[in-house]
Structures are given as C-alpha cells and as structure tokens.
Nanobody, 120 residues
Framework: QVQLVESGGGLVQAGGSLRLSCAAS????????MGWYRQPPGRQRDLVAY???????NYADSVKGRFTISRDNAKNTVYLQMNSLKPEDTAVYYC??????????????WGQGTQVTVSS
C-alpha cells in the first residue's frame, strides 16, 4: 500500500507565503514524476507544477515566477513553495505521484488534499 500525505496548507494574507509538503510512504520501489494540482471552489482540478524524477520542472502560467516545486528523493517528499500568494490561489491542493511498487508495476496516487486560503 502507498500513501501520500500533504501538509502545510492554511490561511494566509495576500502577498504571503506557504510551503506545502507531500510525503509518500508504503511499498515504494521508486517514484517517477510528482506534481501538485489544485481545485478552486466550483472549478476543475488543474495542474499547478510538475517535477520529473530527474528534476525537470513545469509550471502553470498562472504561478510561474511565484511557485517553486522541488523534491527530496531520500525522503520521498515533494514540496511546493508558494510566494506572493493571491486570492485566486485559494483552492484545495493535491499531491500526485506515479509510484512503482515493483520494478515493473506502477500506480497513480493522490493525496487527500490540503486547503489553501488566501485572504485580501
């Protein structure tokens, strides 16, 4: 069994910062790509940032220059540093990862979500 657990969400004023963490645990052979998604109220879930196993990154246009995704492979953890937060960043943020539980079998896993609320 594999589990992703997010932490670090909360309430912050516009212009402030938060750092989200997502730790994977369980039967893990290796972790391929990891990403952060968010779902604002009444909206679909969209990709915020992605990081490959080799460290290559990709960001949604709306967060470029403000958010930074990183990972610590030794800790099976991915982070999302969020700076210059705006009210429109308010959403439930979800961690996602492709995790190999053997050398040839993988699954797509999601965290439970963590609420980020940015007040004006």
């Amino acid at each position: 069994q594999v589990q992703l657990v997010e932490s670090g969400g909360g309430l912050v004023q516009a212009g402030g910062s938060l750092r989200l963490s997502c730790a994977a645990s369980g039967s893990i052979f290796k972790i391929n790509g990891m990403g952060w998604y968010r779902q604002p109220p009444g909206r679909q879930r969209d990709l915020v940032a992605y990081i490959s196993s080799g460290g290559s990154t990709n960001y949604a246009d709306s967060v470029k220059g403000r958010f930074t995704i990183s990972r610590d492979n030794a800790k099976n953890t991915v982070y999302l540093q969020m700076n210059s937060l705006k009210p429109e960043d308010t959403a439930v943020y979800y961690c996602n990862a492709e995790i190999y539980y053997t050398d040839y079998r993988s699954g797509d896993y999601w965290g439970q979500g963590t609420q980020v609320t940015v007040s004006s």
